[in-house]
C-alpha cells in the first residue's frame, strides 16, 4: 500500500539553527500538509498545500515557517531560528482531495529535538 | 473557534467486550469526521471516516455520526489486547483543508 514517507525520523538541532524536515506524500495526491504534535499534547494543524501554494495556515504557521515542494516527489517544511518550543513530533500528510471529503494519510513523522 | 472534544480516558474494557468512544465537536459548519488510531510514539493510522449522518460499519469498526446532536462515535466489537491505543476523533470543515483533532481517548483492552 503507497505511504508517506518522512526524514529523518528524528532531528537534534541547536536553538537559533534552521532545520529542514522532508516528505515524500503518496504519489496520486493532490493535497499536503503539516501537523505537529507537542509530548502529550494534541495534534495541531499547520499548513496544507495544493497546486504549489498555501491553501490555508494555522496561527502555529508564522514566519518562522515555511514550505515548499522543490521538485515533482519531496514536500518539505523549513523551520527558521528554532526555539525550545518547537521540540515535537512533525506529521507530513496528503490527501487526494481536501479535507472535507477525502481521508489523509501520515507519514511516520520526525521527531525534532531542539537543544 | 473550532474545537473537538473527547473525554481523554482510560476507557477500560475486557477481551471481547464493545468499546464505545465518543467525541463532541463546536461547529455545525464541520463536514467530515474521522477516526485514527495513534499508539505510543507512533503516527495517526486512519481507522474510518463518515460523512453522513448514521452508521458506517468496517469490520470490528462502526463510526455513528449524529450532527444535530454534534456528535460523532467509534465503537469497536469483540475487543482485543491489539486494539489498545489512544483513538483521535478529527473534523474537517466545508471550507478548510485543516483537520481538527480531539486530545483523544486512551483504550485498554485487558487479555
Known amino acids: 500500500e503507497p505511504e508517506v514517507t518522512q526524514t529523518p525520523s528524528h532531528q537534534v538541532t541547536q536553538m537559533g539553527q534552521e532545520v529542514i524536515l522532508r516528505c515524500v506524500p503518496i504519489?496520486?495526491?493532490?493535497?499536503f500538509y503539516w501537523y505537529r504534535q507537542i509530548l502529550g499534547q494534541k495534534v495541531e494543524f499547520l499548513v496544507s498545500?495544493?497546486?504549489?501554494?498555501?491553501?490555508?495556515k494555522s496561527e502555529i504557521f508564522d514566519d518562522q515557517f515555511s514550505v515548499e515542494r522543490p521538485d515533482g516527489s519531496n514536500f518539505t517544511l523549513k523551520i527558521r531560528s528554532t526555539k525550545l518550543e518547537d521540540s515535537a513530533m512533525y506529521f507530513c500528510?496528503?490527501?487526494?482531495?481536501?479535507?472535507?471529503?477525502?481521508?489523509?494519510?501520515f507519514g511516520d513523522g520526525t521527531r525534532l529535538s531542539i537543544l | 473557534q473550532k474545537e473537538v472534544e473527547q473525554n481523554s480516558g482510560p476507557l477500560s474494557v475486557p477481551e471481547g467486550a464493545i468499546a464505545s468512544l465518543n467525541c463532541t465537536y463546536s461547529?455545525?459548519?464541520?463536514?467530515?469526521f474521522f477516526w485514527y488510531r495513534q499508539y505510543s510514539g507512533k503516527s495517526p493510522e486512519l481507522i474510518m471516516f463518515?460523512?453522513?449522518?448514521g452508521d458506517k460499519e468496517d469490520g470490528r469498526f462502526t463510526a455513528q455520526l449524529n450532527k444535530a446532536s454534534q456528535y460523532v462515535s467509534l465503537l469497536i466489537r469483540d475487543s482485543q489486547p491489539s486494539d489498545s491505543a489512544t483513538y483521535l476523533c478529527?473534523?474537517?470543515?466545508?471550507?478548510?483543508?485543516?483537520?481538527?483533532f480531539g486530545k483523544g481517548t486512551t483504550l485498554s483492552v485487558s487479555s
Open positions: 461547529d455545525r459548519g464541520s463536514q467530515s
Open positions: 498545500f495544493y497546486n504549489n501554494e498555501i491553501s490555508e
Open positions: 504519489s496520486n495526491h493532490l493535497y
Open positions: 500528510a496528503s490527501s487526494e482531495g481536501t479535507a472535507s471529503n477525502q481521508p489523509q494519510h
Open positions: 478529527a473534523v474537517a470543515w466545508a471550507a478548510g483543508t485543516a483537520l481538527i
Open positions: 463518515i460523512y453522513s449522518n
